[in-house]
């Protein structure tokens, strides 16, 4: 008999050889219809491997990022199949999952696959999933496999075995097709109900362009049609809210070659909304007790040396100027210079905590290739503070952070959102990880307990944790349930030491503080590029670029239009009038594709009554209102941001 | 007879061999007086130097610039006639007059000059002085001057004398003084009657630290004593209001070695300080039609070559980045970065005027030697902005732009300034400055209309121009009289072209517009540094970084004085409490030092009554207040900038 530990701590007993799916069905035949894979003593298994001896399991299901990940593979698999059955003589290169979805890696010999073909792919997929067929390991000698692929002609599968030591190799087999393969795979092609393949694109062998091109096909699958039709349905919505697209047609932002790639410049649209984030954030900052300052965005190479940064993080950051003897980089963190700005004034306890903020703006080293729109950018604008405590003041501060994520995510209608509880890996303390075991126990179990005390639903991750200290990751859903990495809120015990910092305490001590880096907002650039898909551009009124444009029917309107202008002017409302001699019709669809919140539309009847005509974004005719009465509802919507 | 033309156009007939000064004594007596020197065909000249055929004559008195300059030239004369009497055998190098004074470098054979022996050499000048001795001019052969100086064993001037050629060279001598000198000088020594020798320093020969290191004695003299004393009396207070020494005692900025030199850190209150002035310049630019943009810190090498500042500016820019093969600068200026976003959308005639404003970070490369405080730095945050508009917009932009510099005059409090139109030099078109004579004589003469028009008081100064168009200097005078240069307001017609911009006319026509560069609070860097010296570190209610302290007598108050503070802070009102366990008198004398506007102190009458003992920063005791009463004048007062 072995022993195996759930995760909630339970031990049962079981007979050697029993598999991870006889586990499962031991518990109930439901769970077991759902499981992909298991998690064997922290590795994922197929779940139809037999266990020799104790171990923790884990059952992993469509819910998990493992279990996705594993279901994607073996699509892979499926996808080969496939094309084995319609290309005879076709050879594989590789095949993993990714983010969403997978692809793989072929030598079709020179043919193309036509929009046509994918689908003839596709539907061989299916009948080959309606088979059911088992995912089949096997261990075999490193010869046999050999000779397996030589017989085969199979060139591509003869080099990746080259890299392979005897004892490692594994074969999988389903149905017809066999492949060398690391697995693990779920239990048969039946669970695999959804399946679209999305598109064929070139890819040079081992990615070396003096290598052969080989035909990469992407899909997606679902244990369901109803997850693929939305997530067919999601990607529809995304492109239509893609971020660069809104951003050029809504005048957010743009780029210039000569200017250089990833350096984002905001157009006066994206500028204001830009401005209302920063308005926002140094609301709630100085409400929160925090001060400002503001700091160069270069600094000499030995703040970089005592930070740490240099050498391990020369890579991300942009090539050193050298002048009069000295080399200067750009900052790619606010930090150093913060904490400059921290020691150049004494400070006892009655200093402390110290919150400093800063939009400051960074830059990043990112391969050109990498480069996306504002998501991957390589200056930054960073809603950054730090805060400088002391350990008893830490639970306090750390916690207020959080509860500021919170109300941000009230505030932008984010309803969807998890933190994740970043960890240190002890294996890897004193290379990923500042070499202070004890700190990093006491400070993960202090951000532990606050996350716990405030009721915050988070998860846990190992090895994830920032070079310094424990950090809370947070990733949010747009509203088309698309997932972002927001921001992050991190505990720092390394630094204070590197830099020498230190406060008088009550009793006269120098002693070292703690430092909570964080940035509810993100960057800019990131944050604006999930509102525009978020909203799919139709900002809230706060943040609207333009709040009213004013229409007037016709010319003869157009000096009540200039007077309710000058109101709304006056009452702090970013507003415009249309006075081009074009049909109301016309303004109405032109102001429609900007976006804008509100529309004033004013003809004989208003002008009358000194009245206007109200259409708002999304909710259409909102008939005729007193002007004074429409201005003084917007200030309020304004100044709530609703 | 000779014609002499003056500055008004008139023209008289004169003998030939006639002086300036009789020149000056033909006209009245008194303003013979006053001559220190002329300026004939635009050439300073003695006042008593014989004219032989027709001129254009300027009579230059302490109030021009070049008068004064031959005043303090004069002066380093006296001085050296002084310490030759006294320390018989001194060699002398050069004695130029500076931006205010003189000085002289000499060799007293390693004899040092204590502060008493100062006095004795300043004793001496006033008593030659009173001989009123003229300074007589003789041109020599070179041969001559060589025999003379060989003769009396001064290896000095024997140098000096070999960059001469023969029939430059002259000599100038006062009372028992020679001295090999091009001149000119003032008519006679009696004219300066009040001296102050400043300082000694060593100067090494010719700047060269592996020369003999002189002796350089520095000095300042006045037409009479009485603006010698001003002038001692405004050195002491800029020394009490000395921007650096403020800055630190302040909190408003540190700078720091990891950093870098020039490169500002601005501290909490500093922040504040920046904060409020971008408040007033986005108010004051959204009123006036501006839209914000916001660009990043560097760009492509190629960007600066379409500028034209490369290769020409690049001392003055950082030295660039090297990454994927291209070079990256960081900005010395934002106007490419702006160009590239009015060109990143057409432009039609509806869209012009054009005006993006941005608080720039600029980075400038300035010898460490030359840093100084906030004056000189190597980061600038600009007060930018760009007017992209046609030739018949020109007038009225340029015009709204000096009435901003006279709204921002007003609120704070410079009542001295003048503005310098600065020309082009036409004979150096195509090298200084952009070779396009014909547009430089029509905008030139675009803004000379201008600023007769709008009645403000300006000069013209030939030879100081942007290199791609005509501008305005902005200089100003702070509370204690001493001079800054503050910003400029520039025509450009240069770079449209070179960026290739354009808009749609109402012709249908591609058309080139011109471009107005302005930035009426120049840098923070400097303005705030201005902003210390001025305000002796008093700001303005609105602008000081702490508004009210309220300072409770004893720990009883301490609830009530929360409660106040936290109306305060609800009203937008930067507010701090001193809950310190300390005597009330110390309270006060510590809040004083911070220069806080606004105390209130309060006790148990206050308590009782809810109310607050205010005093004011500089006005002393206010009186029992009513809080709602202060808070709302307080209110008031900061609103409209008082």
Not at 118 to 140: C, F, H, P, T, W
Not at 463 to 481: H, L, T
Not at 576 to 605: A, C
Request: proline share 4%.
């Amino acid at each position: 008999m072995i022993k195996i530990t759930f995760p909630d701590g339970a031990v049962r007993e079981y007979q050697e050889g029993v598999t991870g799916m006889e586990v499962a069905k031991s518990i109930s035949e439901g769970l077991a219809r759902k499981v992909l894979a298991v998690k064997i003593n922290g590795e994922v298994w197929d779940a139809t491997r037999p266990l020799t001896s104790d171990a923790t399991i884990n059952l992993l299901s469509w819910d998990d990022a493992d279990g996705k990940s594993t279901f994607w593979h073996s699509s892979a698999h499926l996808l080969a199949e496939a094309v084995e059955s319609i290309y005879p003589g076709v050879k594989f290169w590789v095949g993993p999952p990714i983010e969403k979805g997978f692809y793989y890696d072929m030598d079709l010999g020179g043919t193309s696959v036509s929009e046509d073909q994918l689908r003839d792919i596709e539907k061989k997929m299916i009948e080959l999933s309606r088979q059911g067929n088992a995912y089949i390991r096997k261990e075999v000698p490193k010869a046999e496999a050999i000779q397996y692929f030589s017989e085969k002609g199979d060139e591509y599968k003869l080099d990746l075995l080259k890299g392979l030591n005897d004892g490692q190799i594994t074969f999988y087999t389903q149905g017809n097709f066999t492949d060398l393969c690391r697995g693990p795979h779920i239990p048969n092609t039946g669970l695999i109900k959804a399946i679209k393949l999305t598109s064929v694109a070139g890819a040079y062998w081992k990615g070396d362009e003096k290598n052969k091109m080989l035909t990469r096909v992407y899909g997606v699958t679902f244990p369901n049609q109803k997850e693929l039709d939305e997530y067919l349905q999601m990607l529809e919505e995304a492109k239509k809210r893609d971020h660069r697209k809104l951003g050029k047609e809504l005048g957010i932002f743009t780029t210039n070659d000569d200017v250089g790639q990833g350096l984002i410049m905001w157009m006066p649209n994206g500028t204001v909304i830009i401005e209302e984030l920063e308005k926002l954030a140094k609301e709630t900052e100085s409400a929160a007790g925090y001060k400002r300052v503001v700091t160069p965005h270069i600094a000499k190479e030995n703040l970089y040396l005592t930070s740490g940064h240099l050498p391990y993080y020369a890579d991300s950051m942009f090539p050193p100027m050298e002048m009069d003897g000295e080399k200067y980089y750009l900052k790619a963190m606010n930090c150093p210079h913060h904490h400059k700005i921290f020691d150049a004034e004494p400070k006892s306890y009655r200093d402390m905590p110290y919150r400093i903020a800063e939009y400051g703006t960074c830059y990043r080293y990112e391969q050109s290739g990498e480069l996306f729109g504002l998501m991957r950018v390589r200056c930054l604008h960073m809603n950054d503070a730090h805060i400088y405590c002391t350990k008893e003041q830490f639970a306090e501060e750390f916690k207020a952070v959080n509860d500021m994520y919170i109300k941000y995510f009230k505030i932008f209608g984010i309803g969807k959102y998890v933190m994740r509880l970043s960890l240190h890996d002890p294996e890897k303390l004193g290379q990923k990880y500042v070499n202070e075991p004890a700190l990093w126990l006491e400070t993960e179990a202090m951000v532990r307990q606050v996350m716990i005390e405030a009721g915050v639903p988070f998860v846990e991750v190992k090895g994830e944790g920032a070079f310094y200290g424990p950090k809370i990751d947070v990733q949010i859903w747009s509203a088309i349930g698309r997932e972002f990495t927001l921001a992050t809120n991190q505990v720092d015990f390394a630094q204070p030491l590197r830099f020498n910092l230190s406060f008088t305490n009550k009793d006269n001590q120098a002693e070292t503080p703690l430092i909570i880096h964080r940035a509810p907002l993100g960057t800019h650039e990131r944050f604006i590029g999930f509102l525009l898909e978020h909203y799919a551009g139709k900002f809230p009124t706060w943040l609207a670029p333009l709040q009213v444009k004013i229409l007037p029917i016709s010319d003869k309107f157009a000096d009540y239009g200039k007077e309710v202008l000058a109101m709304l002017l006056k009452a702090g409302i970013r507003a415009e009038m249309d006075d081009r001699n074009e049909k109301i019709g016309k303004k109405i669809r032109d102001t429609e594709l900007m976006k804008v919140p509100y529309m004033f539309v004013i003809g004989e009847k208003e002008m009358n009554e000194r009245m206007v005509a109200v259409r708002k974004q999304g909710a259409g005719d909102q008939g005729t209102k007193d002007i004074s009465e429409i201005i003084s509802n917007l200030k309020l919507e304004i100044e709530e941001r609703h």
